[in-house]
């Protein structure tokens, strides 16, 4: 059975910063795609940041570049991300999610697995 569990997740400052880590168990992690989408309030899932585990390269949506981190640890079945200088459009329910699919990763209907979910609240 496969199973992502998202944790991280809180009320943080706008400028500040949360880890949101996503542990996986039930799949074999390496041949897995990976990748964090979220949803506001009234807004579609959308895709925040993933790697291809056929190409090992990560992606990520425009409005994140150089302010969220993405990374994998094989070893601990788990990946994060790493959100420096929050903004309050970043408030959203963040989801960890998983494919078997190596590409079209920002494509929601590509990922056979996902987690619950974690709140993140960003305060202006």
């Known amino acids: 059975q496969v199973q992502l569990v998202e944790s991280g997740g809180g009320l943080v400052q706008a400028g500040g910063s949360l880890r949101l880590s996503c542990a996986a168990s039930g799949v074999t992690f390496s041949r897995y795609s990976l990748a964090w989408f979220r949803q506001g309030p009234g807004k579609e899932r959308e895709f925040v940041a993933g790697?291809?585990?056929?190409?090992?390269?990560?992606v990520y949506t425009d409005s994140v570049k150089g302010r969220f981190t993405f990374s994998r640890d094989n070893a601990k079945n788990t990946v994060y991300l790493q959100m420096n200088n929050l903004k309050p459009e970043d408030m959203a329910v963040y989801y960890c999610a998983a494919a078997r699919a190596a590409f079209g990763l920002s494509n929601r209907q590509r990922y056979d697995y996902w987690g619950q979910g974690t709140q993140v609240t960003v305060s202006s």
């Open positions: 790697v291809s585990w056929s190409t090992g390269i990560t």
